[in-house]
Nanobody, 124 residues
């Protein structure tokens, strides 16, 4: 059974930092999976924050460029999201996802595996 488990969320003041982790278990060929972080704020649609390809290339939403860094450690079956200079508008539940196809990651509607989400709250 595949599981993605996020951790590292919490409450932080504006300007602070958090590091989210997404640990995968029961997943075959983790290194061959495209990985992503989505977030969903109350009353808003889920949005793609960042994704990382199988060769380590990264892509970011304009709203987080220069502040967030996505990375992966294939030896540990884990993905990370380093979030710096946090803003109140970053407040959301953050979800990690994994899929063999990047198009699914970009669409966000047919991703094979999702984590349960971790709450990030940034106070002003």
């Amino acid at each position: 059974q595949v599981q993605l488990v996020e951790s590292g969320g919490g409450l932080v003041q504006a300007g602070g930092s958090l590091r989210l982790s997404c640990a995968a278990s029961g997943i075959n060929f983790f290194s061959r999976k495209y990985m992503c972080w989505y977030r969903q704020a109350p009353g808003k649609q889920r949005e793609l924050v960042a994704d990382i390809t199988t060769d380590g290339s990264t892509n970011y939403a304009d709203s987080v460029k220069g502040r967030f860094t996505i990375s992966r450690d294939n030896a540990k079956n884990t993905m990370y999201l380093q979030m710096n200079s946090l803003k109140p508008e970053d407040t959301a539940v953050y979800y990690c996802g994994a899929d063999p196809y990047r198009r699914s990651i970009l669409r966000g509607t047919s991703i094979d595996y999702w984590g349960q989400g971790t709450q990030v709250t940034v106070s002003s």
